[in-house]
């Protein structure tokens, strides 16, 4: 299975769930029922269906929810339909050009920070003196006999 969307009804499983738990249960409800679906442990939720899943609240979660289902090499993700797709560049030569490029202006800027630093620590620094306060006695009464 590469890609297929589902519609999972949750208001049947959550049934005699008390109300400040049925959130969480729906969370746990969608992947026990997506890996049951694809058969598989690997399972990922994205965050635009956790969002969804928490938008009501704890108590109300939503009755039916549609779920996209995609295969990645070693995991399958479960997301909404209507979530923005990550992009993914497919010029790898390009790619491998920019990087290449980047580390080399990477290595100018380690070497720019690590002489700023070697000459901030050459520089002495002045010494402030504290003035310390000494707490004036206070007086002793005299006691009469």
Do not use: C
């Amino acid at each position: 299975m590469d890609k297929g969307i589902l519609t999972f009804r949750l208001r049947h499983y959550l049934r005699g769930v008390p109300d400040y738990r049925r959130t969480a249960k729906a969370v746990r409800l969608v992947k026990r029922l997506v890996e049951k679906h694809v058969r598989s442990d690997n399972i990922k939720l994205g965050s635009y269906l956790n969002e969804k899943l928490w938008s009501q609240g704890r108590k109300n979660p939503p009755n039916r929810i549609q779920i996209e289902i995609t295969k990645t090499d070693d995991y399958f993700m479960a997301e909404l339909p209507d979530a923005p797709k990550p992009k993914v560049e497919e010029d790898s030569k390009k790619k491998g050009k920019k990087t290449e490029s980047k580390k080399t202006s990477d290595k100018k800027e380690t070497k720019k920070v690590e002489k700023k630093k070697t000459e901030t620590k050459a520089t002495p620094k002045k010494e402030t003196k504290t003035s310390t306060t000494k707490k004036k006695a206070s007086p002793k009464k005299k006691e009469k006999k």
